[in-house]
């Protein structure tokens, strides 16, 4: 089971398209998940840009708690295409990125 919701991760990914102008925004939304949520959203990463199959999540989650060693929010805007990886690791295990950030801009 993912250790993150998908709505933290939309919020990620609509994030990361802006890190123009939202970085401080994005580095403070990462810098808050707990240690499994971003284990958790280093996961559906790799799995989005294809290190891990969907059917690995478990041994995707491993490796990221193993492998933690600079701060989630700057190893993900390493990648130039961070969003579009989330997204991709989201559909791949299941979840509906678009309606997941859909949800983010509806009024409640």
Do not use: C
Request: proline residues 5%; glycine residues 6%.
């Amino acid at each position: 089971m993912l250790p993150i919701s998908a709505d933290k991760i939309a919020e990620v990914i609509i994030l990361a398209r802006e890190l123009d102008r939202a970085e401080n925004e994005f580095n403070g939304f990462v810098d808050q998940l707990t240690d499994d949520e971003k284990v958790g959203l280093v996961a559906v990463f790799w799995i989005g840009r294809g290190s891990f199959e969907p059917e690995d999540l478990a041994d995707a989650l491993e490796t990221a708690a193993h492998e933690a060693t600079t701060p989630t929010a700057n190893y993900l805007k390493g990648s130039p295409h961070l969003s579009d990886h989330l997204e991709a690791g989201m559909e791949a295990l299941g979840a509906d990125a678009i309606a997941a950030e859909d949800d983010l801009y509806r009024p409640a």
